[in-house]
């Protein structure tokens, strides 16, 4: 793996990224500075005129203008930015290690050609014959594009209507686009310069291979690299946002450090109770020490205890996760187990997601990473694991969003005092992250789903009851799942922790 390539790709895509995205802003109107007016509008178009450049907004982009500029006011122009650029960074290393594994559902090529002499991607030379639903007034403008010559205009399409396709098998990172992002995509597909003729071919594809010599864990090093300029940055300040935690703590994990953990904690708790040849593969487990006649007989009562252990009810977590890189190993250690307990691979795979592994970060992006760099292992094994439905043990850590009112949770009813609760925990989730002990237990957020659940099943008529349960439902589905990886108990527990110095974190006002 060519680290080297991978960390200049990084840096200079975030500068790229974030440089073309504020570019997209001026054009309509928008800079950290100023918002502008439309110098001529009606019920379906807008017309700005910024810096020598006209742009019409048709209805649905003035929607997501709108949103763009509700997020702006919520976050801050730089705060949206960064997480516009960061979201279609995912994106573009997600589908580039997917074409070249050709794990994409619809098997054609999105950013390059199985033919090397092409230049055009294969979904551009042949948009027909992949897997996406198109309008016949999408395929009008798609081969309109295509006689126009307009590669960059018809890339962007393509790759916005790939992402929002993609959007059916890996949805916690191919969220639909419909919104601000696909209004400030900004990326060409012939220049030199950008991130995308860069990604293809500064970086050898065999990093990517995993038949050659490539890893999911390259995700983790993208990871790692995308945020070093900002982790320098950030580490000079006097005090720290919480925004900035994720970039100064963060610290990819080296792959021996990561199998030693992993091998001498679920590794030992397996092997001490099913002793087989299994550990001979793993290169970092170290063997017992010789120990005292009493010490001995407590370890033997210890490994009894082990031997009853069902494989599938072993739960590890990493509650920093990161990329995943740990959550990845140790699925290869589970997948390790189930085979040698007679498992086929397929089976195994989805076993594994479904009832070993859990995760936890404050880091929307490393939530993302790690959930696509699990979901790329078990495709490893599962050909048809992008089919399923499978619900990963994952989640952001997210803070309780503000209410309208803290009325909406009186038709929680009997409920509550658990809701009121659950809300309370989260509060400055993002700089407490997973050393939260929410002041719930499992049995109550079992109810509270259900009386959730009850409410969405219910009708209304009336206006208020539709949209204050609305909002309910939407702030308790937001923390239910967080809250419930919190207070389950678990097996094993391996992390690398993050690391920051003492500075006092500043709270945003």
């Not at 705060?79 to 070249?100: D, G, P, S």
Request: net charge negative; hydrophobic share 35%.
């Amino acid at each position: 793996m060519n680290k080297t390539a991978i960390k200049n790709f990084s840096t200079y895509s975030r500068r790229k990224l974030i440089e073309s995205t504020k570019d997209k802003c001026k054009t309509i109107g928008i800079t950290e500075d100023a918002i502008e007016s439309p110098v001529s509008s009606s019920d379906d178009f807008e017309i700005y005129n910024c810096y020598g450049v006209e742009t019409t907004l048709d209805k649905n982009q003035i929607k997501q203008r709108n949103s763009l500029i509700k997020e702006i006011n919520d976050k801050g122009f730089n705060q949206v930015v960064e997480e516009v650029a960061y979201t279609w960074f995912n994106r573009l290393i997600a589908v580039r290690f997917m074409e070249v594994n050709d794990y994409l559902p619809s098997r054609q090529r999105v950013l390059s050609s199985i033919e090397d002499a092409r230049i055009e991607s294969d979904l551009m030379r042949s948009p027909n014959e992949s897997d996406i639903d198109f309008t016949n007034d999408e395929l009008n403008y798609v081969y309109d594009l295509k006689e126009q010559n307009s590669t960059n205009e018809l890339f962007k399409f393509l790759f916005i209507k790939e992402c929002n396709k993609l959007n059916e098998y890996l949805p916690e990172l191919f969220e639909k686009t419909d919104d601000y992002t696909e209004l400030l995509f900004n990326i060409s597909f012939d220049d030199k310069d950008d991130v995308v003729y860069k990604l293809v071919h500064d970086i050898e594809e065999s990093n990517f291979d995993i038949e050659q010599e490539g890893q999911v864990e390259i995700i983790g090093w993208f990871y790692q690299y995308y945020n070093s300029e900002l982790k320098e940055v950030n580490i000079k300040k006097k005090q720290y946002n919480k925004n900035d935690i994720p970039s100064v703590t963060q610290l990819f994990t080296l792959d021996w450090i990561v199998k030693y953990m992993v091998e001498n904690s679920l590794g030992r708790l397996w092997y001490e109770g099913h002793p087989s040849d299994i550990k001979d593969s793993w290169r970092y487990y170290v063997d017992e020490a010789k120990q005292e006649e009493s010490v001995q007989q407590q370890l033997n009562d210890i490994r009894q205890e082990y031997s009853k252990l069902n494989i599938e009810d072993i739960k590890l977590i990493d509650p920093c996760m990161g990329s995943g890189h740990i959550l990845v190993y140790a699925f290869d250690v589970f997948m390790q187990i189930y085979l040698e307990q007679g498992y086929n691979e397929r089976n195994a795979a989805k076993a594994i997601l479904e009832n070993n592994i859990y995760g936890l970060d404050i880091d929307k992006r490393a939530y993302q990473l790690s959930y696509f760099a699990l979901m790329m292992k078990a495709r490893q094994y599962n050909r048809r694991i992008l089919n399923s439905i499978i619900n990963l043990h994952l989640s952001e850590i997210k803070e309780s969003p503000k209410v309208s009112s803290m009325n909406i949770f009186d038709r929680c009813g009997e409920q509550k005092d658990i809701a009121l609760r659950l809300y309370s925990s989260f509060v400055d989730a993002k700089e407490y992250g997973s050393i939260i002990e929410p002041n719930v237990i499992l049995e109550e957020l079992n109810q509270l789903e259900e009386k959730i659940n009850n409410i969405k099943n219910n009708s209304y008529e009336n206006i208020v009851d539709i949209s204050e349960n609305a909002e309910l439902v939407d702030v308790l589905q937001q923390l239910i799942p967080q809250a419930r990886v919190l207070v389950t108990k678990y097996d094993v527990v391996v992390t690398n922790p993050p690391y920051m110095t003492p500075t006092p974190v500043q709270k945003n006002i």
